[in-house]
């Protein structure tokens, strides 16, 4: 009997596409499917990441400005679109330089790229929001990533918590890896993994490297130092 029931609840589970993640939550890391992650493209981190972040999941990457962020995003983009996936970025206050993207490797012709506006802040923020919930019920892509890092953290701070616990819904059991990039972590635990970045030391030798710090979150916990090489310059 027990055998049956618990075949009837994974039956359950795939059915309503919940069985990965379920799996990718609770496994031992070493068990995770290769396909139910998305690869960093940076060795190192990936080896960290035990393959990359998870899909069906709300993960952050966050740091201080120059400390590889959005360098990390964009190696990460032009790996998917290598694969033929499609990626999309809300660029919360126009920030993008497309020009760094194309150079990252990024096809461009694979890439959502949703342009915001500085200034009212307030409102900047309210439409990236927007849009993100509005590109991931749309489904598709195989990583979105909203860039809030030069965001005022006190209006960050007035986003209710639930915001980001919908974002985990709406994409949960889905092909999906969302990142947010912040210069602070922002979801606060409520999915995925959160990588914490910092530059280099300003030495000639450390030019070309930062160092990432990986925390997991959910049933598994772990925290890992790790040294990144980067072989664009972090912005």
């Known amino acids: 009997m027990a055998n049956q029931a618990l075949a009837a609840v994974a039956s359950a589970l795939r059915d309503r596409k919940l069985d990965r993640t379920l799996t990718t939550a609770l496994a031992p890391l070493e068990r995770i499917d290769p396909s139910a992650l998305v690869p960093m493209d940076v060795a190192p981190l990936d080896g960290c990441l035990r393959g990359g972040l998870p899909r ?6 966050a740091g201080s400005r120059s400390s590889g ?9 032009a790996a998917a679109t290598a ?17 760094s993207a194309a150079a990252a490797g990024v ?14 802040i307030d409102r900047a923020l309210d439409r990236a929001l927007k849009a993100l919930n509005l590109v991931l019920q749309a489904g598709g892509f195989g990583v979105v990533a909203i860039d809030l890092a030069d965001v005022p953290l006190a209006a960050i701070r007035q986003i209710p918590f639930n915001t980001w616990m919908r974002v985990q819904r709406v994409i949960e059991g889905s092909d999906t890896a969302c990142v947010l990039v ?3 972590p922002i979801a606060r635990s409520s999915g995925g993994v959160t990588v914490l970045l910092a530059p280099g030391s300003g ?27 980067l072989s664009a310059a972090a912005c």
């Open 56 to 61: 069906g999941q709300l993960s952050e990457l």
């Open 69 to 77: 962020r959005m360098t990390l995003v964009l190696r990460m983009m």
């Open 182 to 184: 912040g210069s602070e």
């Open 107 to 120: 096809d461009l012709s694979r890439l959502l790229w949703i342009r915001g506006q500085e200034h009212p």
């Open 203 to 229: 030495l000639p030798a450390e030019a070309s490297f930062i160092t990432a710090r990986v925390v997991r979150s959910r049933a598994i916990e772990s925290d890992h130092h790790v040294r990144v090489p």
């Open 83 to 99: 694969r033929g996936e499609i990626v999309a970025l809300v660029d919360t206050l126009d920030r993008l330089d497309v020009a």
